[in-house]
């Protein structure tokens, strides 16, 4: 394990090692001298602004873009108007490329005013050829460009970066490589996301994750393991293990173990409080798992569990390899074994060829299994996957079965969360309340908020929270 006092000590006359992650140390303390050199002519030190788009597995991989540059002697910042700012980019939807391209507009503005600054992308969207070379051709004030699977080389890259005027782009096809060890700079100090594992094998159609996160690769259970007891010992108390489909974790290592395996292991370390995994495919859920669940005392009442739809044709045209029924009887199955759990999903409308008569069995999925919340997507055509040759559906049809489906589905989640009126729960204090600072918002093991008034010096511990006034999809309440 590399500590942070080791960058000081590291001989930068030598040749850079060639293992890692000894490698990305060596970067790190060259980087640091540039960081010097600039608060020397400056008289303060570079801000950097890492940017987050998509979803928990991209927020881990910024928060150790954001270890490595705070390790490396910036001051970080929400600020886009900084010194060295990268775009953690998404590519599951077209809004999210079309949002990057909005804010590069945004930062070039800047840039014009402050010569210091560097622009770099990273993230999923990069993995796609005609992104880069959209970016190369049209956007050529950016500084740096690179991919999902050599994220972990960021130190050198920034440092590369740090010493050219010239546009470097270094993206890799696929690896199998797991760096382990490199600087962290969590979010927030009770709670941290873990990846267990990385990429994708199962080629949904509408899907464009496999073609940009690669082939699935799992974490050795005693990295993960020793990563979450350092983490304990920081004060984390809820964990969140990531993955794209972590219900066939492990199944690619030397020596395989179940995802309920590595679930049983973890329960076992003492200061964790709350386990949560995000997510789970319903053609990988096993029996073990469910049993696991429900004898875990740790293992957080909310299961994410995408449905994408509830026609069986359009799951088969999906490659989701589950039926409509299928899905429904291992929902309820769940519901019947665990009682508390909370069920929520994601729910795609407008896929090619779907019909009205689709969006009703969707319709009936979701009055059946009752979700307790739903995000809802429109179809969005990923170019290199299956689904982008099959026929479009029309935009006002796709616009009707969307607006149903998100009544349906907020419907059943004010149904669901109404249910537990009255109830004392436990609740995980996350935080001061947006809109009132005399709140503070928790959060139930069921992924429910509820408000309450509370010290802020609660913040990380776990409270008894009377459930008092259900809002919609939240509670208000005090303490018990
Ligand atoms: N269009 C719309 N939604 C999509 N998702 C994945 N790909 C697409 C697409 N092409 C949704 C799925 C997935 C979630 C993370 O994003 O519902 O579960
Ligand atoms: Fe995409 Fe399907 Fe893999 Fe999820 S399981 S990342 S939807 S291909």
Redesign the pocket.
Known sequence: MYEVENLEKIDLTLSPPAEEPARQYYYMAKCRCQVRAFEKENGRLPKACVVNYG?QMNARDSEKLAGILEQVGYRLTEDENADFVIFNTCT??DNANQRVYGRLGVLNGFKRKNPHMKIALCGCMMQEPSVVEKIRESYRFVDLIFGTHNIFKFAELLNATLESDSMIIDIWKDTDKIVEDLPTERKYPYKSGINIMFGCNNF?S????PYVRGRERSRKPEDILREIRQLTAQGVVEIMLLGQNVNSYGKNLEEPMSFAGLLREVEKIPGLRRIRFM?SHPKDLSEELIQVMKESRKICRHLHL?L?SGSTRILKAMNRRYTKEQYVELALRLRREIPDLAITT???VG?PGETMEDVEDTLDVIRTVKFDNA?T??????TG?P?AAMEQVPQEQVKAGFDRVLAAVQETAREQVSLLQGRVMEALVEEVNDHDSALLTGRLSNNTLVHFPGDASLIGSLVNVVLEECRGFYYFGHLA
């Open positions: 979803c599951v939807r949904c509408y899907c464009i994750v997510t995408p994408q994601d729910i795609i896929f995000f997507f429109i179809y969005s055509k990923r996957t689904a």
